[in-house]
């Protein structure tokens, strides 16, 4: 049975805030807390679909192997957020791994316990199809931004998407909140390492972000979001002190026009020929 320590980390997450003390106890029925060092792994890709989740602390890597054999990070799970719902999407093997980036501790329900688990309460079921519609969503925006987008932008909205989702404020800026590597940022936007330690060494020259190992620093939200291109038209950010470059250059003025000028000697009713 989960402890009373996981049924306070429950009651302040997003999903189980709108059940009562009574509801939570009932959907906490047959779930079992599990601790996860960094680096471990949840489950497999490939393997049978025994439990479904909720992530309570910390922060975990989804990613998938390719029938070629490379790997491309999906995606990263925040606190409170549901994972290995394979079941709810009638299948019977996990579609991909997930490993600890951060020590995490989750909920475990058995798979079998799905059916009453969203049944007894339309809130959960609510925000699974909510969860699963999101996601659906995101693979939807990434496979438009591969098929549109350059790199440089597609890795600067990668940025910006994990700044906003997990960014803590440091003293030079927002940092992602967990260890990312550049080779994980490469596997994010299907581009090359080489491509990605390009960019933010660029970057980093030019005062945008500050980047080391594992460990991304976000300094000027406003120039990376006009290199991404997501910049509204009527955004002025010229007093801003993170726009670091400058602000986007406002267009030209037209010339008001002259007068035509009068032939020498002609009055104010003679124009001239």
């Not at 054999?69 to 079941?87: H, I, S």
């Not at 939807?140 to 987008?149: A, F, G, K, N, V």
Request: proline share 6%; charged share 20%; aromatic share 4%.
């Amino acid at each position: 049975m989960p402890s009373p320590l996981c049924h306070a980390l429950l009651r302040n997450l997003e999903l189980f805030k709108p059940l009562s003390d009574a509801q939570l106890k009932s959907a906490l029925r047959g779930a079992q807390p599990c601790r996860l060092v960094a680096g471990a792994i949840a489950y497999r890709q490939g393997a049978m679909a025994s439990h479904f989740f909720v992530l309570l602390s910390g922060r975990l890597k989804v990613a998938q192997l390719t029938a070629e054999g490379e790997q491309v990070v999906v995606r990263y799970v925040n606190p409170g957020d549901m994972f290995g719902l394979a079941r709810a999407m009638r299948q019977s093997r996990y579609p991909a791994t997930v490993e600890a980036v951060l020590e995490s501790v989750c909920l475990a329900w058995p798979d079998a316990l799905w059916e009453r688990f969203v049944g007894n309460h339309p809130q959960l079921s609510a925000m699974a199809l909510q969860t699963m519609g999101q996601r659906l969503q995101d693979a939807h925006l990434r496979i438009q931004e591969l098929s549109t987008d350059e790199v440089e932008q597609r890795v600067a909205r990668t940025i910006l998407r994990l700044v906003e989702s997990s960014g803590q404020p440091t003293a030079g800026g927002i940092g992602i909140g967990f260890p990312i590597t550049r080779q994980d940022i490469a596997e994010m936007t299907g581009t090359t390492l080489h491509t990605v330690s390009r960019l933010l060494s660029d970057w980093r020259q030019r005062g945008i972000v500050d980047s080391s190992r594992k460990r991304i620093v976000l300094r000027s939200p406003a120039a990376l979001a006009r290199v991404s291109g997501h910049v509204q038209a009527a955004m002025d950010c010229s007093g801003c002190a993170s726009c670091i470059d400058g602000a986007p250059a406002k267009a030209a003025q037209p010339a008001r026009a002259q007068p035509p000028a009068r032939a020498p000697g002609r009055g104010p009713a003679q124009s001239a020929a």
